[in-house]
């Protein structure tokens, strides 16, 4: 495995968080850097969105496909 260097308080928390939930100090890392990994696409999601709704001609665009798609959801169904 390779080796990386982290600052003592991390490691700490990591003995912690080990005791606590019985589990590899390994595997906490790897859910930390994966819980970090999805919140930053989230955030880049979010940045994205609000760049689309703040042009006004591609969030209609965004809309009007929507709207295409909602006319399907009870497509041959009897109401």
Same mark, same amino acid.
């Given at each position: 495995m390779p080796t990386v260097r982290i600052r003592e #308080?991390?490691?700490e928390a990591l003995r912690e968080l080990a005791q606590q939930t019985h589990q590899p100090t390994t595997d906490? $890392?790897?859910? =930390?850097?994966d819980q970090f990994r999805r919140s930053l696409i989230l955030a880049e999601t979010n940045v994205a969105y609000g =760049? $689309?709704?703040?042009? =006004?001609a591609a969030w209609a665009e965004i809309e009007a496909e929507?709207? #295409?798609?909602d006319a399907?959801? =009870?497509d041959g169904l009897d109401e």
């Open positions: #308080e991390t490691r906490l $890392l790897a859910r =930390a850097v =760049a $689309l709704r703040a042009d =006004a929507r709207n #295409e798609w399907t959801l =009870a």
